[in-house]
């Protein structure tokens, strides 16, 4: 081991040096690319099954309503999703997929995670329908060009920072514990200006993990080079890292700025 040579470009020249720089910064774009594309196909997957789900359960036709959630006519399927005790089962089904993707992605084949994350974002449409109870369907266009442009800016600010951003990871995931314990506060408040203070932190507590999960994932390039299988994996569970904080920032954004149906 003491003849390892740690600096093969000095044995090999430069020309070895810039090949092997030129291979990992291919390897490195790939593996991110990967991680963008899967993520773009779970929000996807969310998209049409929200919007699918918002059409069987929304009506305009007071002949065909059951009643009303949100100030919003639904169907008897709407009310079945969203009015009954059915809705607990769809609103924490999500949780349950993340839960179940971070305890058991270690044991699970590529393939496998991978359309396991998949279902997750098809889970999540189905909760994600109940939007459009609320809100209209301007304000959640609206909401959703907002978070995608300050996603696209902020995970090309962590990509390409040369400072480093991983003394605010433990605080912005301690900042998500706190959102949870305050939402949980106001059922009971009922606060309509800590409510927009939540919303509000929300915001911003996403917006920083965008930027630093974006550089924790290309600084764990490194790990996962030359695995492919790893480097798969990775690559899903790096998706479903960004996934949730596109998903989250777009809740507290059309919060803050979305008009509801009256």
């Given at each position: 081991?003491?003849?390892?040579?740690?600096?093969?470009?000095?044995?090999?020249?430069?020309?070895?040096?810039?090949?092997?720089?030129?291979?990992?910064?291919?390897?490195l774009r790939a593996y991110m690319l990967g991680i963008y594309n899967h993520m773009t196909l779970g929000l996807a997957i969310s998209a049409l099954v929200a919007l699918g789900v918002a059409k069987l359960a929304i009506t305009t036709d007071p002949s065909l309503a059951v009643g009303k959630v949100g100030g919003t006519l639904v169907t008897s399927f709407g009310?079945?999703?969203?009015?009954?005790?059915?809705?607990?089962?769809?609103?924490?089904?999500?949780?349950?997929?993340?839960?179940?993707?971070?305890?058991?992605?270690?044991?699970?084949?590529?393939?496998?995670?991978?359309?396991?994350?998949?279902?997750?974002?098809?889970?999540?449409?189905?909760?994600?329908?109940?939007?459009?109870?609320?809100?209209?369907?301007?304000?959640?266009?609206?909401?959703?060009?907002?978070?995608?442009?300050?996603?696209?800016?902020?995970?090309?600010?962590?990509?390409?920072?040369?400072?480093?951003?991983?003394?605010?990871?433990?605080?912005?995931?301690?900042?998500?514990?706190?959102?949870?314990?305050?939402?949980?506060?106001?059922?009971?408040?009922?606060?309509?200006?800590?409510?927009?203070?939540?919303?509000?932190?929300?915001?911003?507590?996403?917006?920083?993990?965008?930027?630093?999960?974006?550089?924790?994932?290309?600084?764990?390039?490194?790990?996962?080079?030359?695995?492919?299988?790893?480097?798969?994996?990775?690559?899903?569970?790096?998706?479903?890292?960004?996934?949730?904080?596109?998903?989250?920032?777009?809740?507290?954004?059309?919060?803050?700025?979305?008009?509801?149906?009256?």
């Open positions: 081991m003491s003849n390892y040579d740690r600096n093969p470009a000095a044995r090999f020249g430069t020309g070895f040096a810039r090949t092997g720089a030129a291979e990992y910064d291919q390897g009310a079945l999703l969203y009015a009954s005790p059915l809705k607990w089962v769809v609103m924490l089904s999500p949780l349950a997929f993340i839960f179940f993707l971070s305890f058991r992605f270690d044991r699970m084949s590529q393939g496998t995670l991978l359309g396991t994350f998949l279902a997750f974002a098809g889970v999540m449409g189905l909760s994600m329908g109940s939007i459009f109870l609320v809100y209209t369907s301007a304000s959640i266009m609206q909401a959703l060009f907002i978070t995608a442009a300050s996603f696209a800016g902020l995970s090309l600010f962590g990509y390409t920072t040369k400072k480093s951003l991983s003394g605010m990871g433990s605080f912005l995931i301690m900042g998500v514990w706190g959102l949870l314990i305050a939402g949980l506060v106001n059922i009971f408040m009922q606060s309509s200006v800590f409510q927009f203070a939540i919303n509000l932190m929300g915001v911003l507590i996403f917006a920083g993990l965008t930027a630093w999960d974006t550089q924790r994932l290309k600084e764990e390039y490194d790990i996962v080079a030359g695995d492919g299988e790893m480097a798969g994996k990775a690559s899903v569970m790096g998706a479903l890292s960004l996934y949730l904080n596109f998903i989250n920032m777009f809740q507290f954004i059309l919060a803050l700025v979305g008009n509801r149906n009256e």
